[in-house]
T-cell receptor
Framework: ETGVTQSPTHLIKTRGQQVTLRCSSQSGHNTVSWYQQALGQGPQFIFQYYREEENGRGNFPPRFSGLQFPNYSSELNVNALELDDSALYLC?????????????FGPGTRLTVL | AQKVTQAQTEISVVEKEDVTLDCVYETRDTTYYLFWYKQPPSGELVFLIRRNSFDEQNEISGRYSWNFQKSTSSFNFTITASQVVDSAVYFCALSEVLSGNTPLVFGKGTRLSVIA
């Protein structure tokens, strides 16, 4: 186990609803990244938070937003859910901004949008 | 633009066979990092190895070995004497450094099934 936890494990929502996913980073890690993994695909970078500020964003619309708290835990919010948002959402934590620092991934939240 | 290609979608082997997972990457950066991750059915990505672009030495860790060849932009992963516990999806990933520590770009993964 990596020490990165995510909640909930599974979630079912309907189109148009909003969802909040949570990630608790490994102790001492101040950077959290979020990835979306559609079925049969590799993870795709959504955004990254470093010391409570967004520090990098992938090709995702503004309805994907996030927060990082003083204890470095993080939330991913998705508004106006679409069917294509159905995926496994992974968060990863590491120390510092350097991408080559080893990242530790959580088990993910599987979101189903009906 | 950076890109990672894992041409093998699924591989099935019998236990104790050797298996090689291919990874080909594209990047304009001269400094970059390559990674391999394992994703068991539980979903969590497990870090296996990181290699920087200046280090072309092959690496062996137990039954795992990696072959990095800049000339062919490949970073292949071999499992020797495969075991059922090796069954998982394996991802190759790339991060460019000079372009500003870009986030990991993953390939689509290779699903490995090891049959007893």
């Amino acid at each position: 186990e990596t020490g990165v936890t995510q909640s909930p494990t599974h979630l079912i929502k309907t189109r148009g609803q909003q969802v909040t996913l949570r990630c608790s980073s490994q102790s001492g890690h101040n950077t959290v990244s979020w990835y979306q993994q559609a079925l049969g695909q590799g993870p795709q970078f959504i955004f990254q938070y470093y010391r409570e500020e967004e520090n990098g964003r992938g090709n995702f619309p503004p309805r994907f937003s996030g927060l990082q708290f003083p204890n470095y835990s993080s939330e991913l919010n998705v508004n106006a859910l679409e069917l294509d948002d159905s995926a496994l959402y992974l968060c990863a934590s590491r120390y510092g901004l350097r991408e080559y620092n080893e990242q530790f991934f959580g088990p993910g939240t599987r979101l189903t949008v009906l | 633009a950076q890109k990672v290609t894992q041409a093998q979608t699924e591989i099935s082997v019998v236990e104790k066979e050797d298996v090689t997972l291919d990874c080909v990457y594209e990047t304009r950066d001269t400094t970059y990092y390559l990674f391999w991750y394992k994703q068991p059915p539980s979903g969590e990505l497990v870090f296996l190895i990181r290699r920087n672009s200046f280090d072309e030495q092959n690496e062996i860790s137990g039954r795992y070995s990696w072959n990095f060849q800049k000339s062919t932009s490949s970073f292949n992963f071999t499992i020797t004497a495969s075991q059922v516990v090796d069954s998982a999806v394996y991802f190759c990933a790339l991060s460019e450094v000079l372009s500003g520590n870009t986030p990991l770009v993953f390939g689509k993964g290779t699903r490995l099934s090891v049959i007893a």
